[in-house]
């Protein structure tokens, strides 16, 4: 069973984080510098992200713009992630992550979501779930 | 374009992206006028000479930093970049193509870290004036495919150790067979932690080999790839900072599968070099060679074999491309393509090798035409990176594997 209790509970807590994120200057700047768009494809239960120098949007982009990078995982590795419990190589290897995209835009875009790391166990913590 | 690498459209099959085919046509020059002319004296030296003004007109062309970001003062030609340059170094001699194949084989971990902490200290270092090399130490006495296959590690003997002391490790045992031990600055290390059985929580270290209580061994004298050098690292005692930990701890075997997929489009591209090296040998003697009153090659079973040999480079080439591509740009590195891109590449290198040697009777057999050294160094590249029988596992693996998310 997911730790997050429902689809809206995973998609506030994930849209609180990169909303963090996208209020960043530093962080939108260099999105948009480097021309690099997110998008995370969250399942169990389904969230999809979308994260561009113009900010933070859940569901589908209108658009229909292809993202950078996209990254695949479910909620629950999301969760170990951002709270540093589970390490991106450790995931990949073991299938619990997936990233489509340049890779050398991978590399760009990791430094970049550092203030994730640092901001997520508060807000977990906040919405009740685990840390 | 991203300040860390180039990034472009899905190739064609018959065009290479403008900058890479520019980088393939600098390397061939370099290969074809710098290398052909001393295959042979590399071939026939001492086991334990290398050809340093060689690696230095490697280094300074960029093949010691292709991989490596731009933002960590690499080039960025990506795994595409690569396999296509060491395709030409091959053709010319494989084993200086795999000097350069090995020190990727050591930044590969760093670059898998995805820690820019760690890549900031170890990638900068290929940037310099005088080239610096990288080794990648897995095997050991009693342990190959052991330490490769995750299901067998549990099983795997006398693995070397690393014991936790303080803020680090200690690494005591011996790894055989490395390329560029003998003159790597870093070798990417796996070594069992704690009392853990067998290899089961094998874990990845980056270890500086100026480190006190690091032997590096003999040389071993090959048939093959004479142009690189194989040794032994013995490690007595070694303090490793818990700070040179790539993967976490236990993590190592995730990180050496990870390395191996990465990887193995490059080593198919060595292979479709030596294939490519012998088939031009070959076809330019049956263009030339008089029996019957006409040339070799018009012949029907000589044109059979010639066009068979053909067809196999170029399906080799295509297969190495197609895993190239993939790796840069899907993580983690799907193990089907490049897996199967050397498997076919290693058998057709040897069956072209062969054939070629056979094309031009007892000239082929002998060292002055060059085609023999095709044929021993095409043996030579069933054993690294994935025998056979390991990538075999590897794409049927790949074939019933599931996402877990």
Redesign the interface.
């Known amino acids: 069973m997911s730790v997050f209790s429902s689809q809206e509970q995973a998609e506030k807590v994930f849209e609180r984080l990169f909303s963090i994120l996208a209020a960043d200057e530093n962080f939108t700047g260099r999105l948009r510098d480097s021309r690099l768009s997110l998008r995370l494809n969250h399942s169990k239960p389904d969230v999809e992200l979308n994260i561009s120098a113009d900010g933070v949007r859940i569901g589908p982009d209108p658009s229909g713009a292809k993202p950078s990078i996209t990254i695949s995982f479910s909620c629950d590795s999301a969760h170990k992630l951002w709270l540093g419990q589970l390490l991106v190589p450790v995931a990949l290897a073991t299938g619990k992550m997936r990233i489509r995209g340049g890779v050398s835009k991978v590399l760009e875009i990791v430094p970049l979501l550092q203030p994730a790391f640092d901001q997520y166990p508060a807000i977990a913590a906040e919405a009740g779930l685990p840390v | 374009m991203?300040?860390?690498?180039?990034?472009w459209e899905e190739p064609t099959y018959t065009t290479l992206p403008a900058p890479v085919e520019e980088l393939r046509e600098r390397v061939r020059a370099f290969a074809q006028e710098q290398i052909v002319p001393r295959a042979a004296a590399l071939d026939q030296a001492p086991a334990d000479e290398l050809e340093w003004d060689l690696i230095k007109q490697g280094h300074d062309l960029g093949l010691t930093r292709l991989i490596i970001?731009r933002?960590y003062g690499g080039l960025?030609y990506?795994m595409f970049g690569l396999a296509v340059a060491l395709e030409e170094i091959a053709a010319a001699d494989a084993g200086i193509a795999l000097v350069f194949g090995a020190t990727l084989l050591g930044q590969a971990p760093v670059?898998?870290?995805?820690d820019?902490e760690v890549?900031e200290r170890w990638l900068p270092m290929f940037n310099t004036d005088e080239p610096v090399l990288a080794c990648n130490a897995v095997t050991e006495e009693l342990a190959g495919c052991d330490l490769l296959i995750p299901e067998n590690a549990v099983h795997a003997r006398e693995v070397m150790s690393a014991q936790r002391k303080g803020e680090g490790y200690i690494l005591n045992g011996r790894k055989r067979f490395i390329t560029n031990a003998k003159v790597a600055r870093y070798a990417s290390v796996y070594a069992n932690l704690g009392d853990a059985p067998g290899a089961t929580a094998l874990t990845g270290f980056l270890v500086p080999l100026d480190s006190p209580g690091i032997t590096r061994g003999p040389v071993a004298d090959k048939m093959g790839y004479r142009g690189c050098l194989g040794s032994e690292l013995v490690f007595e005692d070694v303090e490793v900072p818990a700070e040179n930990v790539?993967?976490?701890e236990g993590?190592g075997?995730?990180?050496n599968?990870?390395q191996m997929n990465m990887a193995r489009a490059a080593v198919a591209a060595i292979s479709t070099g030596i294939a490519a090296g012998a088939f031009a040998i070959a076809k330019k003697w049956a263009g030339e060679r008089i029996q019957g009153g006409t040339e070799l090659w018009r012949h029907q079973f000589s044109a059979r074999k010639l066009a068979e040999m053909s067809a196999k480079v170029d399906a080799a080439r295509l297969l190495y491309r197609k895993a190239a591509y993939i790796?840069?740009?899907?993580?983690?590195t799907p193990p089907y393509e490049p897996a199967v891109a050397k498997l076919f590449a290693d058998r057709i290198a040897i069956e072209v090798a062969e054939e070629a040697m056979s094309l031009m009777g007892a000239r082929g057999y002998l060292k002055e035409y060059g085609v023999e050294r095709y044929v021993r160094n095409a043996l030579g590249t069933r054993i690294y990176e994935g025998s056979p029988e390991v990538l075999a596992l590897a794409v049927t693996d790949a074939l019933y594997?599931?996402?877990?998310?």
């Open positions: 991203s300040d860390l690498g180039d990034t970001p933002q960025g990506g670059l898998l870290s995805g820019p890549q790539v993967g976490g993590g075997v995730h990180i599968v990870q790796t840069d740009n899907e993580l983690p594997a599931e996402d877990d998310f």
